[in-house]
């Protein structure tokens, strides 16, 4: 972790305070969790690992994203696509497929 001199005396820079607070989070294993664009400004393959890492570790969670992936698609219930025609609801992940896809949405 670096600490850099800021306007506080000494500040964390904001994406090393992400990943503190995931492994605070799942330290604590909670039961339900709201993740809003967990993965941004990783790259693939630690994006992966990081969603898998919090899928096995959170047995509840609504994840808000603008891409969604193969690997969080394996684990979720339910898929909710708001665009500006409105809420689309998918009680099973591969309905969703095609939507997503023609929105872009599918990475």
Not at 53 to 70: K, L, P, S
Request: overall charge neutral; aromatic content about 8%; hydrophobic content about 45%.
């Amino acid at each position: 972790m670096m600490i850099t001199k800021g306007r506080s005396p000494w500040t964390v820079p904001t994406y090393e305070r992400q990943r503190l607070l995931l492994a605070r989070l799942l330290v604590r294993k909670p039961a339900f969790c709201v993740f809003d664009e967990l993965v941004t400004g990783l790259d693939n393959r630690t994006a992966a690992m990081v969603e898998e890492t919090v899928f096995r570790a959170v047995r509840g969670f609504v994840y808000i994203t603008h891409h969604i992936n193969d690997t969080v698609l394996e684990h979720v219930d339910e898929v909710l696509v708001i665009t500006k025609q409105g809420l689309t609801e998918f009680t099973d992940p591969d309905e969703a497929r095609p939507m997503l896809k023609q929105l872009g949405l599918l990475a």
